[in-house]
């Protein structure tokens, strides 16, 4: 197996973050390995972790000054196992192809979590959302269709938002595919409700996160009821984890963006909220003007030579990363320990290093990893499709519920696959071994394709 890791380097030296989500999985699969010979034979995990197919493509748009600009697209269609390849796309700076093959890779397993008929992929740009015109936008997520186009298909490959692609993004992304294909149909998840979206989709991936978490709580009899929260983050995820945890009676105390982070020890209420939901949402401004907005919070800007996110050393019971990949490391998890946190479930995809990881594991604190907690989203986009498909829409309590049934049920099933393999009570172990086995056995009885 360690071969294979570095197999899979040496391929591609470069794609780090991938490397780590490929470790991740693989060190937990071993046992499964051991107990069915047949999987090397048949070298599952080569398959696994090499798409089935990347695109990349150039993004040429004009900017409002007239300057022709260059970006790059990529879609990676991961495993279509058990479904049309599915997962969303983001649009930052940082994109390159190691951080969407290690989006997509994560996506598998997340999605063969759900029990719905999906299979992953991921995609997006180094195109950056932020201080770009609403015409700007536009004109890239425009040209960024006239070449996906070709790729998706309600049936192939049908995309959702990630970092940096909302409900604005989504809506000119479909608004081309639709002039292009002169087709109406379901081929984007997140959708406003209006033409074809679904209720719930936006709080999805928050509400599951802490659906998740209460759940892992209720397993020692607990609730969030007067628990002080860490939140990472303050767009789509950050904003709806934190409005459940209000609801569910937590305290919420930080929030933050990639400029800084905001510490509100009152707790941020739903007032507060509903003036970070229009902040980030409508005026797309800074997490630092809460601070100007309610001057008993302390507003602390990101500081570079920190090897810290002070965000993580504050006193709390429960920690919900919600911004993005690695934000907290091996420090920032002793200082979550040493600060009483024994709850983390991660809205963020992979937000967690390996360090990190390995001290909530030998805390035997109750850690959800993103590929479990963070699948109410992809989730709800899987029900999104489905109403589509009959051309219905359901009320916000149906979907609400069966976004808590499926939490319910992935948190079930990560503890049966964590026990039955003699690693009870951890759930990443319990995530991969249960995604993986679903994966892996529907790739063998299609055959060598
Ligand atoms: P948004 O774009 O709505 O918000 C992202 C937030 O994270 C912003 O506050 C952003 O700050 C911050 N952020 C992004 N990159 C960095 C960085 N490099 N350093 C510090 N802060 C950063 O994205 P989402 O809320 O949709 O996604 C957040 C996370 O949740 C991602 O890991 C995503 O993959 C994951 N996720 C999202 C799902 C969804 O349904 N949307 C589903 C499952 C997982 P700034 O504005 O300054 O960039």
Redesign the pocket.
Known sequence: MEQIVELIKNRDPEQFEFHQAVHEVIETVKPVLDRNPEYRQQAVLERITEPERVVMFRVPWMADSGQVVVNRGFRVEMNSAIGPYKG?L?F?P?VNLGIIKF?AFEQVFKNSLTTLAMGGGKGGSDFDP?GKSDAEVMRFCQSFMAELYRHIGPNTDVP???????AREIGYLFGMYKKLKNEFTGVLT?KSLNWGGSLIRPE??GYGTVYFAAEMLSTRSETFEGKTCLV???????QFTTEKLIELGGKVVTL????GYIYDEAGIDSEKLHYVMQL?NIRRG??SEYADKYPEAVYTP?DPQLDYNPLWDHKAECAMP????N?INGVDAGNLLRNGVYVVSE???M?ATPEAIDQFIDNQILYGP?KAA?AG??AVSGLEMAQNSMRLAWPREEVDNRLKQIMKSIHATCLEAADGYGVSGNYMAGANIAGFVKVVNAMLDQGLV
């Not at 933050?256 to 400029?259: G, V």
Request: charged fraction near 15%.
């Open positions: 969303g983001r930052h940082s989006l932020k959702a938002g990630d970092i940096g692609v909302g997140g999805a991936t990472s983050g303050s767009g789509n995820v950050a933050s963006d990639s400029s980030k800074r997490i990101t919600c911004a993005t990949q934000e809205g963020a995809n937000p993103g963070n989203g992809v």
